[in-house]
């Protein structure tokens, strides 16, 4: 049973913990004013852009938008996992970690995981029952001990072999269908996803079975099938093997990314335990910040023919917004017809280790490619390549790694690199405007009482939410109604704490960015004055929405007697609020 850490233990940690000490221990900070400043440790830059408040114990970074409290910057500078931050946070302050299944959402997954895992062990036994099973993975050279490892196992040809076996309640039988173990066509019938496949069971960092992947035994189409999409199982982000990678002791200090189930277990078998396979996706943005949380290095492995260097290219450009100072990106391409899989068991791991050493740097993996397309031995040819090079240079972070790729092109064109950069800086395209360049732009009602209480807490102590807002249904009200709620049952909570409640909803990131916003620290007058206003202001947006609806209603089909008089008072409250 997975356990959840208590949110009221969370914010007992936060409470406890000073932001300040945690970053100043990775980060010189300088205290200017009120809050401390820094370059930020998130993106290359010479200004320092990165502040840090101990009031809000929230930090911020007005370059590359990084922001968050002092559970976010373990996870992001220390690459840690969330639980992980927080037994550093706890251990610190000598506080022992109470374990219970309270939230809503955990207690609905919990379920979920008992099953995936009870359905895995089935799936190992109906292994060692198969010979023809047996006999694939025999062929493959797989050991036993590896079998094991992976928790290999085969679903039987039948199209029902769950529900007999399990013989689950009704409640349990919407769990599988959820899990997408069972499928539920639009006729009602209920049957296997999985039949006649070697199953390879998929497990997140944490160890726990979160989907699989099927590989046919016979004739099935098609070849591979994974898990649909689920509340636990998410393909484009998930990674085979990540798991049993990070258990290897030491822990290695490079990722070698290849294509497949079997390419993974074979290169774990031979002792290459640092092996890892995106499931069925091409390699995301989302896939690439995981591995980098843990390795500073990733090395792609494609075979050596058209269409792995065409997903080498893709790879590539995926990369170069991730990659930045201190990390590094390589290429590995086999010999056509070879995957991993064969070519450890012709070579060796021994030689193979000696090709993962040998992989292409991705600045000459990038450069290869783009000159290949372009004669470099005349002016139209140079002319191409930085026209090629340039958007995709764009993509990089500024930094060391960027101004050296600039220097590159420069040599390879034969122009002087502050003139090149001059001619590409005039040509950049507008940028979509960061945090910080959207506060010039305003915030409507809703929006601006979010970031006032997320900024100044205490203002739900003195300014409670106006009986007349508590039904209004406007965009955002519901996560300003949940900041009185939170506020109410611990006026303590600051900045870093309150978002701490939205770290894994849809609306972290807005909310993050509401936390930015520049009030320009406002007397405690002001602060009640801004709130004020957008109180009215959201009454005055409700009120419109209504008389736009009714307005509606008059042209389309007329209305009521009390619509009408509905109608007549709303235009009424906005003629006295207007005077």
């Not at 309270?102 to 198969?130: D, G, I, V």
């Not at 790729?405 to 064109?413: G, R, W």
């Amino acid at each position: 049973m997975t356990n959840h850490i208590p949110r009221s233990f969370i914010d007992e940690l936060l409470a406890r913990t000073d932001i300040i000490e945690w970053i100043e221990r990775r980060v010189p900070l300088k205290k200017t004013g009120s809050n401390f400043n820094a370059c930020c440790p998130f993106h290359n830059e010479k200004t320092p852009s990165f502040t840090v408040s101990p009031q809000k114990q929230f930090y911020h970074c007005f370059g590359c938008g990084a922001h968050g409290n002092v559970i976010s910057f373990l996870m992001e500078y220390d690459h840690l996992e969330f639980v992980e931050a927080i037994e550093e946070l706890a251990n610190h302050l000598g506080l022992p970690i109470p374990q219970e299944v309270t939230n809503a959402a955990q207690q609905r997954q919990t379920p979920l995981y008992t099953l995936l895992e009870k359905t895995a062990n089935y799936y190992q036994q109906q292994l060692t029952r198969n010979e023809a099973a047996k006999t694939y993975l025999t062929a493959r050279g797989l050991s036993a001990a590896i079998i094991q490892r992976f928790n290999l196992g085969f679903a039987p040809a039948a199209w029902h072999n769950i529900q007999p076996h399990f013989k689950p309640t009704a409640q349990s039988l919407s769990e599988y269908i959820t899990t997408g173990i069972l499928i539920k066509n639009e006729q009602g019938k209920i049957y296997d996803r999985f039949r006649n496949r070697i199953m390879f069971p998929i497990k997140d960092s944490r160890g726990h079975i979160i989907g699989f992947g099927g590989r046919a035994l016979g004739e099935e189409t098609p070849k591979y099938l994974n898990s649909p999409e689920t509340p636990l199982f998410h393909k484009g982000s998930e990674l085979y093997g990540l798991y049993e990678a990070r258990q290897s002791n030491p822990p290695p200090t490079q990722i070698l990314v290849v294509e497949g189930y079997m390419d993974v277990i074979a290169l774990h078998q031979f002792g290459i335990t640092n092996a890892v396979a995106t499931l069925g996706t091409a390699t995301s943005a989302k896939h690439l910040q995981r591995l980098f949380r843990y390795y500073p290095e990733i090395i792609f492995c494609f075979d050596g023919d058209r269409a792995g260097f065409d997903a080498a290219w893709r790879a590539l450009e995926v990369s170069l917004p991730v990659i930045a100072d201190g990390l590094q990106i390589r290429f590995m391409f086999l010999p056509s017809g070879e995957d991993p899989d064969s070519m450890i068991r012709k070579i060796g791991a021994t030689h193979f280790q000696q090709q993962i050493q040998q992989a292409l740097p991705l600045e000459d993996f990038f450069f290869e490619h783009l000159c290949q397309q372009v004669n470099l031995q005349t002016l139209e040819g140079k002319a191409k390549l930085a026209s090629l090079a340039q958007n995709l240079l764009y993509k990089i972070q500024n930094g060391v790694f960027q101004q050296l790729m600039l220097e590159k092109l420069a040599s390879l064109v034969g122009m002087n690199v502050t003139t090149l950069s001059q001619h590409y800086e005039e040509k950049r395209p507008t940028a979509t405007p960061s945090v910080p360049a959207a506060k010039s732009q305003g915030l409507s009602s809703v929006p601006l009482a979010i970031a006032l209480l997320l900024q100044y807490p205490a203002l739900a102590a003195t300014h409670p939410l106006p009986e007349a807002l508590q039904d209004i249904n406007l965009p955002g009200m519901e996560h300003l109604r949940k900041l009185f709620e939170r506020l109410k049952a611990n006026p303590n909570l600051n900045t870093g704490s309150l978002l701490e409640h939205w770290r894994d909803s849809k609306a972290a990131a807005r909310l993050g960015e509401l936390a930015q916003w520049d009030f320009f620290n406002p007397a405690p007058e002001i602060q009640s004055r801004l709130l004020s206003d957008a109180f009215n202001g959201i009454l005055a947006q409700d009120r419109e929405k209504k008389i736009l609806i009714l307005e509606d209603k008059r042209t389309q089909q007329g209305l009521t007697v009390l619509e009408k008089e509905s109608l007549f008072n709303l235009y009424k409250e906005r003629h006295e609020q207007q005077v």
